[in-house]
């Protein structure tokens, strides 16, 4: 277990990362069955799935409404998204950054967040993200969603309602995603795209809860695409809502500068060391971990002064070879 402690002359050290067991070779049947049952779900992919029935029978328009087009239910559908991302994010950046109620404990960030830098709106870091993300981030998500209902609600897709094809969509959602956010994000890396669309998410280096779908809209427009896949396969509506809450609020935890969420004796995984180190070095781990694209394309860094070492060896030839 990692020592919690970022006291003064005492930092928190991460755990170093691996590629999970699913890939291991010569193959590890039984981590790689404990990976997928357990490790690649607990504990934020078991809440969203808790989350999404109740909210798919309570908080959704009947399908019937959805068949068409109308402001009032899209708007109900934007309004249910914000006060989700205000629950996770607007909660923990309370917790962790306002209330600071563990302290420094598995802090990841190397800095407070900035309320005086002139990159942000406002100058202030939290207003900014909080602007991007509400304004931008759940419209959009709220647009995929609303298209996604509609293409079931208006019978251009069957609703399928089988137990076994719903676990296997949930793993289809969580590879997807994390595939697609590879692929994608090599894209928005891409020098002339990055000035203009990425450069606003890596505005934070250090990064909180709302730092997570602070993007510009065309950012979101990619980041949100993975819905698209339910226009051609078709799903259970709770997918639907799976992908939103996966694409959506997975980012503030994953965001938050901490390790771990301590909560009395209980601790929970909330930040995501591998992303953060991308946001500190940017040219590394552009994917994540349970599709390891960065693994078979050299750009992993697992956090290590070994692994920094090759990264930046590795960033001098490419430089030499582009002049
Ligand atoms: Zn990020
Ligand atoms: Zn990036």
């Not at 709302?210 to 698209?228: A, K």
Request: aromatic fraction near 18%.
């Amino acid at each position: 277990m990692p020592d919690p402690s970022a006291t003064a002359g005492h930092k928190y050290e991460p755990e170093i990362i691996r590629v999970p067991a699913l890939y291991a070779w010569p193959p590890r049947p039984l981590k790689a069955l404990r990976y997928l049952l357990i490790d690649l779900l607990y504990p934020w992919g078991f809440v969203y799935l808790a989350l999404a029935y109740p909210t798919w029978r309570y908080l959704t328009p009947a399908l019937e409404t959805m068949a068409h087009f109308e402001p009032g239910w899209m708007a109900l559908l934007w309004l249910r998204n914000c006060a989700f991302l205000l629950l996770f994010a607007g909660g923990l950046h309370c917790y962790l950054h306002r209330r600071r109620a563990q302290g420094d404990a598995y802090r990841l960030n190397r800095k407070k967040l900035s309320a005086d830098n002139k990159l942000f709106l406002w100058q202030d870091q939290v207003k900014d993200n909080m602007f991007w993300s509400i304004a931008s981030g759940v419209t959009i998500w709220t647009g995929f969603e609303a298209i996604s209902y509609w293409v079931y609600a208006s019978g251009r897709l069957p609703l399928i309602d089988n137990p076994w094809y719903f676990v296997a969509c949930i793993y289809l959602l969580f590879l997807w995603s994390t595939a697609n956010f590879y692929a994608v994000h090599r894209v928005l890396h891409f020098r002339s795209i990055y000035q203009r669309v990425h450069e606003l998410h890596h505005r934070n280096v250090d990064i909180g809860p709302w730092s997570g779908i602070s993007m510009h809209p065309l950012e979101h427009l990619f980041y949100f695409s993975p819905f698209v896949l339910w226009w051609f396969v078709p799903v259970h509506p709770v997918i639907i809502i799976l992908t939103g809450f996966y694409q959506a609020l997975n980012p503030s935890l994953s965001h938050s500068g901490f390790d771990y969420l301590s909560l009395g004796k209980l601790r929970l995984k909330t930040g995501d060391w591998y992303h953060q180190l991308h946001h500190q070095y940017f040219n590394l781990n552009y994917g994540n971990t349970p599709t390891p694209f960065d693994k078979i394309f050299g750009s992993w860094h697992d956090g290590s002064q070994e692994s920094l070492q090759a990264q930046k060896q590795r960033w001098r030839v490419r430089r030499r070879q582009t002049g």
